[in-house]
């Protein structure tokens, strides 16, 4: 069982940044690749960022809305996964959830790969 939570999010004006962090504990040595999602209401749950982490070198990949603009990395020896967002725009407010997967395989981008979910954080930009 692997065990995810979120701190960080908040409120910013569009242009700013925050940076929200995924802390695991459990048997997080399984896991195969983590990612960011979103939520805002009414939409569907839409990746945002992930990062393969069964490769010598973390490998991280990204959504075209946010290339550019948001950076996911790993800290293997604090066992967290950080999504620094920056020139945040109205459109990225949403709930932001952190995921592990334990599996090969599959597109980083959709949710069924996930094994495991945080309980999210909620990120507002303001116009």
């Known amino acids: 069982q692997v065990q995810l939570v979120e701190s960080g999010g908040g409120s910013v004006q569009a242009g700013g940044s925050l940076r929200v962090s995924c802390a695991a504990s459990?048997?997080?040595?399984?896991?195969?690749?983590m990612a960011w999602f979103r939520q805002a209401p009414g939409k569907e749950r839409e990746g945002v960022a992930g990062?393969?982490?069964?490769?010598?070198?973390?490998?991280?990949v990204y959504a075209a809305s946010v290339k550019g603009r948001f950076t996911i990395t790993r800290d293997n020896a604090k066992n967290t996964v950080n999504l620094q967002m920056n020139n945040l725009g109205p459109e990225d407010s949403a709930m932001y959830y952190c995921a592990a997967g334990v599996r090969f395989g599959g597109v980083w981008y959709s949710p069924a790969l996930y094994d495991y979910w945080g309980q999210g954080t909620q990120v507002t930009v303001s116009s």
């Open positions: 990062i393969y982490t069964y490769t010598l070198t973390p490998v991280p």
């Open positions: 459990g048997y997080s040595n399984n896991v195969t690749v």
